[in-house]
C-alpha cells in the first residue's frame, strides 16, 4: 500500500525554472522525506511511490536525462539514502517511469533537430520526415497537444531498449517496481516487449499503468502490466459522493469487481493530477472516501496529504496544479481525527489481506446510502455509508462489530448518523 510523493513539490523546488537543466547547481532535498517515512510506517503504508525524480526542464514529465536525479532533488547519493532509510523500515520504492515521451531539450531530440534523419537518435522518435528539408521543424508527434514533450516511437528497438536500460539501471540501484506513466498512449506490444526483459533480470519487480481510459482488461492482458490505474472507480467516489448519487458508486464497484480476473487495480481518491479528495466531496465526507479506498479491492495508494485532509483545487491553466502539489513541512504535523481514520482503516486492511483481491456485493442502495459487502467464506467487511443530514438505518450484512467510523449496530441493524459512515465485520 503505497504514500505518493510528487516530489518537485514536497521540497519546494521551482517548476518553471528559467535555466537550463545543464546549468542548474545540485541542490541536496531529498534528504527531506526521510522524516516522513516514519509517518508512512505509522499509517501502516508500506510503498512510497515518486512522482518524477530524474532530470527535466519543468514538471519532471519533459524529462532530458533518465540517467540522472534531477539537480532541484539531489544526486545520486541523496538518492541512495533514500532508497536505503527506506528499505531498513521495510518500505518498498515505486519510481514513475515516463515512457511515452521526453521534454523537448532532451538531447536526443537537440541533435535530431541540428542533424535530421541522419541523427544517431533519429529512430528513438515518432517524426514525419516525408517532405523534410534540412531547416524545416521535425514533425514529431507529442503528448495530447503539448509541444514539449516529444513522443518516442514505440514500433523500433531504439526505445524499447532505452526503456528497458532505464528500468534495469535503477532497479539496480534498489529500487522496487514502476509506475508507468500514459500508458494508455503506448501501444501495450511495446509494454509486451519491454516488461518480460526487465523481469528476465527483477522477477520482483511490479509494475502498474496509468490507464485513463480504455479497456484495462485488455491492457493488462496485452502488455504483462501487473495493475492499472482504477480512474473509473475514483471517478465515481468523488461523483458519488459530491452528487448523492451513490447509484453511481454502485455500478462502478460491480464493474470493479470485473477487474479482479485480470488485476488487482492500482486504487486511489487522491493524486498530483486531481482535486484534492477533501476538496472534491467536502472535508465532511473525506472518511467516507477513505473507508471506501481501503475496503474495496485492489492496490491503494494514498495521495501523500490527503491523510491529514488537505485541500487543494486543480485549475485548467499554467500553474493549474501547484494547488495540489504543494511544499510540504519539514517534519510530519500531529496526527488529526482523519490520520487517525486512515491508521484505524490500513490496521484493518492488514487484518484482512484478503480484501486484495475479494469481490463486492452492493447489499444496499438509494442515492444518498449505500452498502457494501465483502466477503469470503470466512469473514466478512461491511462498509455503509449515509451522505444524508438525516440518521439513517440499514441492513448490517451479517457484520456484528464496528471496526471504524462510528454507528449504532443491534439486531442485524446498522443506526448511521447524519453524514456517517462506518466499516464492520463478523
Same mark, same amino acid.
Given at each position: 500500500?503505497?504514500?505518493?510523493?510528487?516530489?518537485?513539490?514536497?521540497?519546494?523546488?521551482?517548476?518553471r525554472? +528559467?535555466?537550463?537543466?545543464?546549468?542548474?547547481?545540485?541542490?541536496?532535498?531529498?534528504?527531506?522525506?526521510?522524516?516522513?517515512?516514519?509517518?508512512? !510506517?505509522?499509517? +501502516?503504508?508500506?510503498?512510497?511511490?515518486l512522482?518524477?525524480?530524474?532530470? %527535466?526542464?519543468?514538471h519532471?514529465?519533459?524529462?532530458?536525462?533518465?540517467?540522472?536525479? *534531477?539537480?532541484?532533488?539531489?544526486?545520486?547519493?541523496?538518492?541512495?539514502?533514500?532508497?536505503?532509510?527506506?528499505h531498513?523500515?521495510?518500505?518498498?520504492?515505486?519510481?514513475?517511469?515516463?515512457?511515452?515521451?521526453? +521534454?523537448?531539450?532532451?538531447?536526443?531530440? #537537440?541533435?535530431?533537430? @541540428?542533424q535530421?534523419?541522419?541523427?544517431?537518435?533519429?529512430?528513438?522518435?515518432?517524426?514525419?520526415?516525408?517532405?523534410?528539408?534540412?531547416?524545416?521543424?521535425?514533425?514529431?508527434?507529442?503528448?495530447?497537444?503539448?509541444?514539449?514533450?516529444?513522443?518516442?516511437?514505440?514500433? +523500433?528497438?531504439?526505445?524499447?531498449?532505452?526503456?528497458?536500460?532505464v528500468?534495469?539501471?535503477?532497479?539496480?540501484?534498489?529500487?522496487?517496481?514502476?509506475?508507468?506513466?500514459?500508458?494508455?498512449?503506448?501501444?501495450?506490444?511495446?509494454?509486451?516487449?519491454?516488461?518480460? #526483459?526487465?523481469?528476465?533480470r527483477?522477477?520482483?519487480?511490479?509494475? %502498474?499503468?496509468?490507464?485513463?481510459?480504455?479497456?484495462?482488461?485488455?491492457?493488462?492482458?496485452?502488455?504483462?502490466?501487473? %495493475?492499472?490505474?482504477?480512474?473509473?472507480?475514483?471517478?465515481?467516489?468523488?461523483?458519488?459522493?459530491?452528487? $448523492?448519487?451513490?447509484?453511481?458508486?454502485?455500478?462502478?464497484?460491480?464493474?470493479?469487481?470485473?477487474?479482479?480476473?485480470?488485476?488487482?487495480?492500482?486504487?486511489?481518491?487522491?493524486?498530483?493530477?486531481?482535486?484534492?479528495?477533501?476538496?472534491?466531496?467536502?472535508?465532511?465526507?473525506?472518511?467516507?472516501?477513505?473507508?471506501?479506498?481501503?475496503?474495496?479491492?485492489?492496490?491503494?495508494?494514498?495521495?501523500?496529504?490527503?491523510?491529514?485532509?488537505?485541500?487543494?483545487?486543480?485549475?485548467e $491553466?499554467?500553474?493549474?496544479? *501547484?494547488? !495540489?502539489?504543494?511544499?510540504?513541512? @519539514?517534519?510530519?504535523?500531529?496526527? !488529526? @481525527?482523519?490520520?487517525? &481514520?486512515?491508521?484505524?482503516?490500513?490496521?484493518?486492511?492488514?487484518?484482512?489481506?484478503?480484501?486484495?483481491?475479494?469481490? &463486492?456485493?452492493?447489499?444496499?442502495? &438509494?442515492?444518498?446510502?449505500?452498502v457494501?459487502?465483502?466477503?469470503?467464506?470466512?469473514? !466478512?467487511?461491511v462498509?455503509?455509508?449515509?451522505?444524508?443530514?438525516?440518521?439513517?438505518?440499514?441492513?448490517?450484512?451479517?457484520?456484528?462489530?464496528?471496526?471504524?467510523?462510528?454507528?449504532?449496530?443491534?439486531?442485524?441493524?446498522?443506526?448511521?448518523?447524519?453524514?456517517?459512515?462506518?466499516?464492520? &465485520?463478523?
Amino acid at each position: 500500500m503505497w504514500w505518493h510523493v510528487y516530489p518537485l513539490g514536497f521540497i519546494g523546488a521551482d517548476v518553471r525554472p +528559467g535555466t537550463p537543466v545543464e546549468d542548474r547547481p545540485v541542490e541536496h532535498r531529498l534528504d527531506r522525506l526521510v522524516p516522513w517515512l516514519d509517518h508512512v !510506517v505509522d499509517i +501502516g503504508l508500506n510503498g512510497l511511490l515518486l512522482g518524477p525524480v530524474f532530470a %527535466s526542464s519543468t514538471h519532471g514529465y519533459d524529462t532530458v536525462d533518465h540517467f540522472r536525479i *534531477d539537480p532541484r532533488l539531489g544526486d545520486d547519493e541523496d538518492f541512495d539514502r533514500l532508497v536505503a532509510a527506506a528499505h531498513e523500515r521495510g518500505v518498498r520504492l515505486l519510481l514513475d517511469g515516463v515512457f511515452n515521451h521526453v +521534454g523537448r531539450e532532451h538531447p536526443a531530440f #537537440r541533435a535530431v533537430e @541540428e542533424q535530421g534523419p541522419d541523427a544517431d537518435t533519429a529512430d528513438l522518435f515518432a517524426v514525419d520526415w516525408s517532405g523534410w528539408a534540412p531547416g524545416d521543424p521535425v514533425r514529431v508527434r507529442d503528448f495530447e497537444g503539448h509541444d514539449i514533450l516529444v513522443a518516442l516511437d514505440h514500433e +523500433g528497438r531504439a526505445a524499447e531498449d532505452l526503456v528497458v536500460d532505464v528500468m534495469t539501471h535503477w532497479l539496480e540501484r534498489g529500487v522496487d517496481g514502476w509506475r508507468l506513466d500514459a500508458a494508455y498512449a503506448v501501444p501495450p506490444a511495446f509494454w509486451a516487449r519491454v516488461l518480460p #526483459r526487465v523481469r528476465e533480470r527483477f522477477p520482483e519487480a511490479w509494475f %502498474s499503468g496509468e490507464v485513463i481510459h480504455g479497456d484495462p482488461a485488455a491492457i493488462v492482458r496485452a502488455s504483462t502490466m501487473d %495493475s492499472t490505474t482504477q480512474y473509473e472507480l475514483w471517478q465515481a467516489i468523488w461523483h458519488g459522493i459530491a452528487d $448523492r448519487n451513490l447509484f453511481e458508486l454502485a455500478h462502478a464497484v460491480e464493474r470493479h469487481d470485473a477487474l479482479l480476473a485480470t488485476q488487482a487495480p492500482t486504487t486511489f481518491v487522491g493524486n498530483h493530477d486531481v482535486t484534492r479528495i477533501a476538496s472534491a466531496v467536502g472535508e465532511r465526507f473525506a472518511g467516507h472516501a477513505t473507508a471506501l479506498l481501503f475496503t474495496l479491492a485492489g492496490t491503494p495508494v494514498v495521495y501523500a496529504g490527503d491523510e491529514y485532509g488537505w485541500t487543494g483545487v486543480k485549475e485548467e $491553466r499554467e500553474g493549474g496544479d *501547484d494547488a !495540489v502539489r504543494p511544499t510540504f513541512p @519539514e517534519v510530519p504535523p500531529a496526527p !488529526v @481525527e482523519l490520520t487517525r &481514520t486512515y491508521e484505524a482503516l490500513v490496521a484493518l486492511r492488514r487484518r484482512n489481506p484478503w480484501l486484495h483481491r475479494a469481490h &463486492t456485493d452492493v447489499v444496499h442502495r &438509494t442515492n444518498t446510502a449505500v452498502v457494501l459487502r465483502t466477503a469470503t467464506a470466512d469473514a !466478512v467487511v461491511v462498509t455503509a455509508l449515509n451522505l444524508a443530514d438525516d440518521a439513517v438505518e440499514l441492513p448490517a450484512a451479517g457484520a456484528t462489530h464496528v471496526e471504524a467510523g462510528g454507528g449504532d449496530l443491534r439486531d442485524g441493524t446498522l443506526r448511521l448518523p447524519a453524514a456517517g459512515w462506518a466499516v464492520l &465485520t463478523a
